[in-house]
């Protein structure tokens, strides 16, 4: 199904603030396992002024790691933070870098704003992310904080993600149908717990823009990999070698089997940890360039240690809410 044109947002104004529309736990971008791990190592990047504070909110980072992805099932301005089409800019062959401006409002002049929207805005929403961050530590809140941290964790993971910067975002226009999830779920599903996640300490960022076309560059440069090992993989394998059945929730699923898995993992040389790790790295980048930005408040001296039970509560309300919504808005997220 290709994404419909946005809408107008879905929020709910609590405490000064929209929060998340929580719906479900379906696996998007990185998959539900690799959001999560992605927010809880970038922590461990931190200099010890921050370290404490994202220690003590660790498990609250991990399991609003995907929040994000929940709420595509009530927004329909949603989708489009999560990606960017890149190549749709331009004709095979060409540089689409070349030709899409950085910044959003040079970018809108060349192109519109709906032509934007209809093809994903991820670099341009981790700028605005970044800025209610940087604000959120001026304010001293700790709800705040967090909430944008999480919220920045998302989508600086999916900038990561290869098949988040093409129209073939799911194999669709190449006759392979279902890579989306296969290379972002289910590869770090079997591997990630073997993965090095030394990724140094973070450093200050001078533009978050940049980092975050940096990422999109990087991504885009890791197709060919994407596309041209699966494919390979897929002539040589033989059918009853590919795939396997799973007892997921409420029945059996098919899925790729761990020795097609681990061969195509294999065959791009660590690209998916790679792609992780960098995450990792720019995420906790973004954390604490976003504090000294906010002229490195004392964390430690915040009378509140903990999410308020306010946020709690909004929080468990919205998903009693919309646990009814049975699709998402936009495009659906391949799984």
Not at 312 to 320: I, R, T
Request: hydrophobic share 40%.
């Amino acid at each position: 199904m290709r994404r419909l044109l946005p809408r107008s947002l879905l929020a709910v104004a609590l405490l000064g603030i929209a929060w998340p529309l929580c719906v479900r736990e379906d696996a998007g971008a990185w998959g539900f396992y690799g959001h999560k791990r992605i927010n809880r190592m970038a922590c461990f990047t931190l200099p010890p002024a921050l370290f404490g504070f994202y220690k003590r909110h660790i498990d609250y980072l991990t399991d609003h790691a995907v929040d994000p992805d929940r709420r595509r099932y009530a927004v329909a301005a949603e989708a489009p933070r999560h990606y960017i089409d890149i190549d749709h800019y331009v004709q095979p062959g060409q540089d689409p870098f070349a030709e899409v401006p950085r910044t959003w409002d040079m970018a809108v002049k060349k192109f519109t704003e709906d032509t934007l929207q209809a093809y994903g805005i991820v670099p341009w929403h981790i700028q605005v992310e970044y800025a209610r961050l940087v604000n959120a530590f001026q304010r001293g809140s700790v709800d705040r904080i967090l909430y944008y941290s999480a919220e920045l964790g998302h989508y600086v993971a999916d900038a990561h993600v290869p098949l988040h910067t093409t129209e073939n975002y799911n194999g669709q226009l190449t006759g392979q149908h279902g890579i989306h999830a296969f290379w972002e779920s289910r590869i770090p599903e079997l591997s990630a717990d073997g993965y090095d996640h030394f990724t140094g300490r973070a450093r200050y960022l001078d533009s978050p823009l940049d980092a975050a076309w940096t990422a999109v560059h990087a991504s885009h440069q890791a197709l060919d990999t994407v596309f041209t090992r699966e494919r390979e993989l897929q002539d040589r394998f033989p059918e009853d070698k590919k795939y396997v059945f799973e007892d997921r929730g409420r029945g059996s699923m098919r899925f790729y089997s761990q020795e097609f898995t681990r061969a195509y993992e294999e065959s791009m040389a660590g690209l998916v940890e790679r792609r992780m790790n960098a995450a990792i790295i720019t995420l906790g980048s973004c954390w604490y360039s976003a504090w000294v930005d906010a002229g490195q408040p004392d964390l430690d001296r915040f009378e509140q240690k903990d999410v308020s039970d306010s946020l709690k509560a909004v929080l468990a309300a919205e998903e009693e809410q919309l646990k009814m919504a049975k699709e998402a808005a936009g495009r659906v997220e391949p799984e």
